[in-house]
């Protein structure tokens, strides 16, 4: 009979100590998920920082390359215009030695003629000699006065007035420099890219061709 209730009250105690068993391990499950959930949420917003981050620097890499091309075009274009002007001036002076030289490179040249046309709105382009100055006679006065009411309320970028006045690059870049040398226009070189802003010779232009 002892015997008897010994094995009953043995396997009471060990079915107790097992469902305390399955009980503690439940609540160790418990805790440890509680415990990772904000160490994933973590994980999840470094993720998308980082991911933020990226791309915040590779749009900044690509403005700043975009940025360096077209001051590199801008520079280009004015040496290009430096050329026309220097072609221009040869032509218009020593006429006899350009049709030579024209001659003997024909199969190389692809000008023809002493006429060197610098783009469609220019007409006459004179180089003064005494202080090597250039300065433009006549440029298309619906042309001036088109860019210069462009200009008349803010100044904008060469890229802000070819979409205005729906030119190429390079031939607004021309036209602009020639603007400026004329003193219509003058150029802002604190912005990146160039502005230009109508100038007092430029906004009493304007009055008289309104």
């Known amino acids: 009979m002892v015997t008897y209730i010994i094995d009953i009250t043995i396997s009471i105690l060990f079915f107790l100590i097992g469902f305390l068993g399955i009980l503690l391990a439940r609540k160790i499950i418990f805790i440890k998920k509680v415990e990772n959930q ?22 900044a890499l690509l403005s700043k390359y975009n940025e360096k091309i077209e001051n590199l075009e801008q520079k280009i274009v004015e040496q290009k215009v430096k050329l026309d002007g220097l072609e221009l001036f040869l032509t218009t002076h020593f006429p006899n030695q350009v049709k030579s030289i024209t001659k003997d490179s024909s199969d190389k040249s692809q000008y023809t003629s002493t006429n060197i ?19 433009l006679q006549d440029i298309g006065s619906g042309t001036i006065t088109n860019v210069l009411k462009i200009l008349k309320d803010e100044s904008k970028s060469s890229i802000e007035i070819k979409n205005e006045i729906g030119r190429t690059r390079e031939h607004t870049a021309r036209l602009m420099k020639k603007l400026t040398e004329m003193n219509l226009v003058e150029r802002q070189s604190n912005f990146k890219p160039f502005k230009y802003k109508i100038s007092n010779v430029g906004k009493e232009y304007l009055e008289k061709e309104s």
């Open 38 to 59: 904000p160490i994933q949420e973590s994980y999840q917003k470094y993720n998308y920082d980082e991911k933020n981050l990226e791309f915040e620097i590779i749009d």
């Open 117 to 135: 046309t610098i783009d469609g709105d220019i007409t006459d382009l004179k180089i003064t000699n005494g202080d090597n100055e250039k300065r």
